[in-house]
């Protein structure tokens, strides 16, 4: 009898572990990926890009900084992320991209600049070590050459900063 009831005691104990770390296996797996954004491409088909998704693509970390309308050095640190030409995929057609944040900003980006490999433009996942979510910025577009920082000079513009969009939460490709 003390046999019959150690073995209904263990297999008591093993179905509670598996109905326990069953569900839990499952819903990692098929938990959300993370924040996505929008691409969409010159013809109009979406795609949604998670954090997963981005972080299987080689990623490019730098110091980096940006200058801004009035000559200030703004929001320096280490950004991780992917390169625009490589989230574009470098076949897609388009001329330049729209960059949409969350509160509605905008800016269009030449493809020219987004492939000018002394400044390259990367869709930013992270700040310092700290990823979005966590990171309040959430994904952002960034600038990061070897000598990091952009100044107005060196990207012929008025602010190189107004081309660090914080919560990229769409970017269009233009035909």
């Known amino acids: 009898m003390k046999q019959g009831v150690r073995l209904a005691y263990l297999v008591g104990f093993v179905a509670l572990v598996i109905a326990i770390i069953i569900p839990m296996a499952v819903r990692w797996a098929a938990g959300p ?22 972080q299987q693509l080689a990623v490019l970390c730098r110091r980096s900084s940006y200058e801004n309308q009035f000559g200030n ?68 577009i960034a600038v990061l050459p070897e000598d990091g920082g952009v100044s107005n000079a060196d990207y ?5 900063g107004s081309y660090w969009i914080k919560n990229v939460a769409r970017i269009e490709l233009l035909p």
């Open 33 to 54: 990926s993370g924040p996505m954004i929008t691409v969409i491409d010159a013809i109009g088909e979406e795609q949604h890009v998670t954090l997963r998704h981005i």
């Open 73 to 140: 050095w703004r929001d320096e640190g280490e950004y991780c992320g992917v390169l625009l030409t490589e989230l574009l995929n470098e076949g897609s057609e388009y001329t330049a991209i729209s960059v949409v944040a969350e509160d509605g900003y905008h800016v269009e980006i030449d493809r020219t600049r987004i492939e000018d490999l002394e400044y390259p433009v990367v869709l930013a996942f992270s700040l310092d070590g700290v990823i979005v979510p966590d990171w309040t910025d959430g994904y952002r």
């Open 156 to 160: 012929e513009t008025d602010s190189a």
